[in-house]
T-cell receptor
């Protein structure tokens, strides 16, 4: 089954404790990205990757890091989480040459206290 | 700059009534537009795209380049249509970014 998976689905952590949210896709998509979803603000892109070893900032990259060492994986790293990073996070993937349907992961609900 | 505007954050209609979720965009090139839906506690999924000119779950959307709109319509709402709906536009140049509107939460009342 074609899908995007994320882990963990729920995470409660404390300020400053480094964490990683994993994302994996099995569709051989070149493009992957991370979004955060907040009430009233919709979806905002954090980082994206056009292919292996190619990453770039989205709209709200501050406080986040990513890496793309393999085509299927695109982890999101919070080196020193803060309460304002409490949010619902989605990973997504798609082709770069169409069709441009974007597939989303199930989401990770992160709470930073 | 590319922008997608969904003027209604909340929309509530009764079952069986027509539904229209508004979406306006600004884009200098030839746009490719989508509607995504997110049911409660589920991931976002593609509902429809303008190039397919299809009808999914009774929903249709027509691209109006003159009015720069891509409104989503359904003639008779059903309770299972209650969800969050996002209009999105893809920018083909450069980073090929998918630009989302802020979303409209649709509630269908019985």
């Amino acid at each position: 089954e074609a899908q995007v998976t994320q882990n963990p689905r729920y995470l409660i952590t404390v300020t400053g404790k480094k964490l990683t949210v994993t994302c994996s896709q099995n569709m051989n998509h070149e493009y992957m990205s991370w979004y955060r979803q907040d009430p009233g603000l919709g979806l905002r892109q954090i980082y994206y990757s056009m292919n292996v070893e190619v990453t770039d900032k989205g709209d709200v990259p501050e406080g986040y890091k990513v890496s793309r060492k393999e085509k299927r994986n695109f982890p999101l790293i919070l080196e020193s989480p803060s309460p304002n990073q409490t949010s619902l996070y989605f990973c997504a993937s798609r082709r770069t040459r169409g069709p441009y349907e974007q597939y989303f992961g199930p989401g990770t609900r992160l709470t930073v206290t | 700059a590319q922008r997608v505007t969904q003027p209604e954050k909340l929309l509530s209609v009764f079952k069986g009534a027509p539904v229209e979720l508004k979406c306006n965009y600004s884009y200098s090139g030839s746009p490719e537009l989508f509607w995504y839906v997110q049911y409660s506690r589920q991931r976002l999924q593609l509902l429809l795209r303008h190039i397919s000119r299809e009808s999914i779950k009774g929903f249709t959307a027509d691209l109006n380049k003159g009015e720069t709109s891509f409104h989503l319509k359904k003639p008779f709402a059903q309770e299972e249509d209650s969800a969050m709906y996002y209009c999105a536009l893809i920018r083909h140049q450069g980073a090929q970014k998918l630009v989302f509107g802020q979303g409209t939460r649709l509630t269908i009342n019985p």
